[in-house]
């Protein structure tokens, strides 16, 4: 009976045991530590399993608990919590998330690894993708536009529709070679940047940009590295969806004052040139032929994306659209479609595997860019668009009715040049840890791309020979990337901490292009389908070559580089920080005994804010110096460099058939070899009140040797040049950002920020008189762009305005132009200044008058938020650069300012006189480029939490940006901005068939269900 009994009370204690553990609901609330403001979607895990949960719009969350559970609060910028259910009754909790001092417990990409931002010894910035989602722009590059000191994002041609910026970091290291920066998108190496994500996507961008940050990319760093990671899905949450719609419109920002038809007939009456128009001509014609071609354009994005995932695994897909027309009406717009996803699986606590995939499809209509709006604007406003029954006037030329030419706004129309691109990609990666702390990871990309750009023009535009012609060109390549690493992460003894990675990379290019050329079909409906369909040749007189009708080339690009590299981190005392890197590249484009280079790199890091004689001092939150030096190289030239390459020539008869004549045009260099730059940077990271002010300065200096430089040789070689390692240049600046959160209350956060850098640029060395100082000689008439020892890279170098000749007198005993002489020159004309004093004005007279280079450049930034609304906005400038304004060199006898022309007996004028065409390239068309620009402001509202609830909706925010509303410049071009051939080493900073500038208003929704 006894026994019975305490087996009875055991069971009874049991089943009080197993009610106490039943499943309740707790609840809770998330708010910020600081501010008590609410904090939305919190992540809440029930450690050891696959339930979690995240907070609402309010903070608010409930998930089911046993006693015993542990949950885990994780939120991107704010220290991780965990709570236990004791069982004690209380399931309503209030969690209050501590803020991460200025995000130093954040983990930074670094380049096949991570740390936290605060164990940093190289120059790495942040951009967090949550400040790239109001900036409507089209690509990552645009974003980063006065984002970061020492990073140069400019539109060098203009914003035309599907347009890349230019982006150059802490200068040029190269005249031959490439600036560009290392585009690296979730590990794996982009040649062509991030034009595949959209702005939305993103989780963050680094940019690394000393050298102990980009060496362990060894061959590819020389430029710095962007690295750019995507938002990917979310563990143990129930799936999620987010929507962003948005459309906006596009104005000219400025046009030129043009002279009307009237005041044009009447300057051109005022010069001394006699009978200058067609008797037909009208002086009373006005025909704005640039308000002909331009409108309002429009663009429109799309952006969705679902996510979500278990305990083990997590998943998202992502899809958006992009449409842009052009300011130039007809034939000039661009559209763009992307679908990412991504998926990540524990398979088991020592393995984990993911797989990535996307594909892009671009369209492109280029028919109407820059060109097209600088002749519109180069037309005579006396010349009609339209004859009087509606059809296009051919009759273009002022001075005689009787030359008739195509109608430029008929060309526009008519014309086809379109272009699609298509990109695809798959990524997979396997990792294993096999002991807590060592991770082996395989990852693998393949990229297939094809490009097709087709044109036509029919006979009707062709006035002359009624014929028409057609041009078909298809690209394709496939890129493959193999990357494996061993990764070590261990603390010892807590004084101690070591982060280390050894790995290779396998990565190469295959490429193909077919084309094909014609003309003279028989039918305009054929298009570029039928391009074989055209006669071969046509013949002409038997003792002349034949014409070409018809043709078509192929080419084949294959390249391959091959890496192995390692880097050790290594903590002590938490204040202490080492980082040693290296990196040996083998390149298939460069020289046999020439193709492996080794790259190496050291760091230094002190925290002084650990130690005790600063913390006495109770001034930094956060205090770390950084020392580091490493070597970066580049074999950015083509793929057959070192290589002697034939070009066909003309037909020759041999034996009474036409045959192609090749000849080698570059010599073949055996001895090519990687470009080399070394780089040390000194840098401070300071905190102060609570980290809410933070600074960080950089001092560096840059080294480039073996650069790449083009040589001539003498005539007698046969041969025009050759590529060789014979230059030196140096880039040495300075980088300043101050940022900080001056007001952080309940309702009300202000955020501001600051950033300056300037950047010296030298060419050391050119391997002697021989190198080719001078390209596209031909391109602007007599300008030249040059490079010289001493000088920054592609100065511009020209004549020097001395006012105008006012009298015969003058003429007879001053210096007058070589070529035409005392007979030609003229009262009214342009006077150059006699540098050399030798009586005569030619080419030893030309001195250097151009500097494309900014003296500084700097961005001012801030967000002021009160509750439910948010302003932010975003001036950037650049100073002490200059522009060659060839546009109105071109438009000169066209342009409003010309109405005051120098006339006898007017006095001394600075405008020639009328009908001047003896203009040479001098510093009087060269101005100072500096300006400031309002880049974006956002205004934006969050939808009432309460009713959005009810509906389902986890959050609802619309809002307003503009794009460079405001520019303060003194500039008299469309855009201070603008470089005709960007930042390549030639003629940069020129002006002319630019695309025109344009301000910009958008209106968008985001919502998240």
């Known amino acids: 009976m006894k026994k019975s009994f305490i087996i009875y009370v055991c069971l009874i204690l049991f089943s009080f045991s197993v009610f106490a553990q039943k499943t309740t609901i707790t609840k809770g609330k998330v708010v910020d530590d600081n501010t008590n403001e609410p904090l939305v979607g919190v992540s809440i895990l029930k450690e050891g399993t696959a339930t979690g949960t995240t907070t609402d719009i309010n903070g608010n969350f409930t998930i089911p608990t046993q006693q015993g559970d542990k949950l885990v609060f994780n939120y991107i910028g704010y220290d991780p919590q965990e709570i236990i259910i004791t069982g004690k009754g209380k399931t309503s909790f209030s969690v209050r998330l501590i803020g991460t001092a200025i995000g130093l417990q954040e983990v930074v990409a670094i380049g096949y690894g991570n740390v936290k931002k605060r164990d940093l010894t190289g120059a790495v910035t942040t951009i967090k993708g949550d400040n790239l989602v109001h900036l409507q722009v089209a690509n990552v590059g645009q974003a980063l536009v006065g984002k970061i000191p020492g990073v140069m994002v400019t539109s060098p041609s203009g914003e035309g529709p599907g347009s890349s910026p230019s982006i150059i970091i802490r200068g040029e290291n190269s005249i031959n070679g490439s600036n560009s920066p290392l585009w690296v998108i979730d590990g794996f190496t982009r040649s062509g940047g991030a034009n595949t994500i959209d702005p939305e996507d993103i989780e963050s961008i680094e940019i690394l940009k000393d050298a102990s940050s980009t060496a362990i990319y060894g061959s590819r760093g020389a430029g710095g590295v962007i690295i750019v990671t995507t938002k990917k899905g979310a563990k143990s ?36 040139i006699g009978d200058y128009f067609d008797s037909s001509i009208s002086s009373d014609n006005n025909y704005n032929w640039a308000d002909a071609i331009t409108q309002n354009a429009v663009e429109e994005s799309y952006f969705t994306s679902i996510y979500g995932g278990s305990k083990d695994v997590n998943y998202k897909i992502t899809a958006d659209y992009l449409s842009q027309t052009g300011i130039i009406k007809y034939n000039n717009d661009y559209k763009r479609f992307n679908i990412r996803s991504y998926l990540d699986v524990n398979v088991n606590k020592y393995m984990k595997v993911g797989l990535t995939a996307y594909f892009q499809r671009t369209w492109k209509n280029s028919g109407g860019g820059g060109s097209n709006y600088q002749s519109a604007i180069e037309k005579s406003p006396l010349l009609a668009i339209y004859d009087e029954d509606g059809s296009y006037n051919y009759n273009m030329n002022e001075r005689d009715q009787s030359v008739v030419s195509s109608n430029m706004i008929e060309n526009l129309k008519d014309k086809i040049n379109k272009t699609q691109e298509n990109s695809s990609n798959l990524q997979a990666y396997i990792s294993l840890e096999p002991i807590k702390g060592l991770v082996f990871k395989s990852s693998g990309a393949i990229t297939y791309w094809t490009s097709k750009n087709q044109q036509f023009s029919p006979k009707h535009l062709d006035l002359t020979n009624n014929m028409n012609s057609a041009q078909a060109t298809e690209y394709q390549s496939d890129d493959y990337e193999w990357i494996n ?10 004084i101690h901490s070591v982060n280390a990675v050894i790995g290779n990379t396998l990565e190469g290019r295959n490429s193909f292009t077919v084309g094909a050329w014609g003309q003279d079909f028989p039918t305009d409906n054929f298009e570029y389908w039928a391009i074989g369909s055209g006669p071969k040749y046509e013949l002409t ?10 043709s078509g080339w192929t080419s084949y690009d294959e390249s391959t580089l091959l890496s192995y590299f390692g880097r050790l981190n290594y903590t002590f005392l938490d204040r202490y920080l080492f980082t040693v890197t290296g990196r040996y590249d083998g390149a298939s484009q460069l020289a046999e005994g020439h193709k492996w280079a080794f790259f190496p790199s050291a760091a230094f890091a002190w925290r002084l804010s650990e130690e005790n004689f600063i913390k006495d001092l109770n001034i930094f939150d956060n205090f770390k110096f950084r020392l580091s030096w490493g070597r ?19 037909y020759s008869l041999q034996n009474g058939v036409y045959k192609p004549v090749y000849s080698v045009n570059d010599l073949a260099n055996p001895n ?29 200096y840059k080294y480039t040797y073996d650069m790449f430089v083009t040589k001539n040789l003498a005539a007698e070689t046969g041969y025009g040049s050759y590529l060789s390692n014979d230059g030196k240049m140096e880039n040495k600046g300075f980088e300043l950002e101050i940022s900080g959160d001056p007001v952080v209350t309940k309702s009300w956060k202000v955020s501001t920020g600051f950033n300056f850098s300037l950047n010296r640029n030298k060419i050391l060395y050119l391997g002697g008189d021989s190198y080719k100082v001078y390209t596209n000689k031909n391109s602007y008439g007599e300008l030249l762009s040059y490079n010289y020892v001493g000088q920054p890279v592609s100065l511009i ?15 007879k005993y001053g210096a007058v132009d070589e070529e035409a002489g005392v007979s030609q020159t003229k009262p009214g004309d342009i006077r150059y200044k006699d540098i050399n004093n030798d009586g005569v004005i030619n080419d030893k007279d030309k001195i250097l008058i151009m500097n ?27 100073f002490g650069h200059q522009i060659y304004n060839y546009t109105k060199k071109n438009l000169f006898n066209k342009l409003a300012l010309r109405k005051n022309a120098w006339t006898e007996g007017s006095g001394i004028q600075d405008q020639p006189s009328a009908g001047n065409e003896n203009i040479k390239d001098s510093n009087y068309f060269v101005e100072d480029g500096s300006y400031v620009k309002l880049k974006n402001v956002t205004l934006s509202y969050m939808l009432s939490k309460l009713w959005m609830r009810k509906a389902g909706i986890n959050q609802t925010e619309i809002y307003c940006t503009g794009k460079d509303l405001l520019t303060f410049t003194g500039y008299s071009g469309y855009n201070p901005e603008v470089s005709r051939n960007g930042y390549s080493e030639s003629f940069r900073g020129v002006d002319y068939n630019s695309y025109p500038a344009t301000y910009s208003v958008y209106l968008g929704v985001k919502v998240s269900f």
């Open 797 to 811: 170098y020209g004549w020097v305005y001395d006012g105008i000749w006012q009298n015969e007198e003058d003429i």
């Open 237 to 272: 949450t129930k799936p999620h969806v987010e929507f962003k719609a948005s459309s906006g419109v596009k104005v000219l920002t400025r046009e030129l004052e043009m002279m009307d038809g009237p005041s044009y007939y009447q300057y051109w009456m005022n010069s001394d």
């Open 672 to 700: 090519l070899t990687w470009e080399k730059t070394n780089q040390t940077d000194a840098g401070i990271d300071l905190g102060f009140f609570n980290n809410r002010l933070r600074v960080v300065a950089d001092y560096y």
């Open 632 to 650: 970066t190289g580049s074999q950015g030239v083509s793929n057959y460099a070192t290589l002697g390459l034939a070009t066909q020539g003309d």
């Open 485 to 494: 690493t061993l990764t070590l992460n261990k603390a010892f003894n807590k």
């Open 541 to 550: 007189d038997a003792s002349e070559l034949p014409i070409l009708r018809n």
């Open 852 to 878: 494309p280079h900014p003296k500084f450049s700097g961005a001012f930034n801030g967000t002021i938020a009160y509750e439910n609304i948010s302003l932010s906005f975003q001036f950037q400038g650049m």
